[in-house]
């Protein structure tokens, strides 16, 4: 593995975690703990970490379309059971959620799939 290619992999791997990481905060900061949502956030995160310390090797692929998969199914069915507005927010679209799931999905497949 290259030198480059090494650093291309933390830095996707730091941006995806750091996604996560502002997505539990906000949830926390603003006392809407959302378990499904969260799950799927530490989801992502042992995903992440795993890859970047190399245990998933020759697995990396498949268990990276699994962990995005999970990621996306729990926020669907968080989105089924809440609604794709935020009473807690008067009401309004939830903007934030679809931010940081496409930033999610977004890099995971940046990082998923590059050479």
Do not use: C
Not at 78 to 107: K, P
Request: no cysteine.
């Amino acid at each position: 593995m290259t030198n480059n290619h090494v650093s291309t992999t933390l830095w996707l791997g730091l941006a995806i975690a750091l996604v996560q990481l502002f997505d539990i905060a906000i949830h926390v900061a603003t006392n809407q703990v959302e378990p499904l949502r969260i799950l799927s956030n530490i989801i992502i995160l042992l995903w992440v970490a795993a890859g970047v310390l190399g245990w998933l090797k020759a697995r990396f692929r498949p268990t990276a379309v699994a962990a995005v998969s999970a990621y996306l199914l729990l926020n669907l069915i968080f989105l089924a059971l809440e609604g794709v507005t935020n009473e807690a927010q008067g009401g309004d679209l939830r903007v934030m959620l679809f931010v940081l799931i496409s930033l999610t999905v977004g890099l995971s497949a940046v990082w998923i799939y590059r050479p």
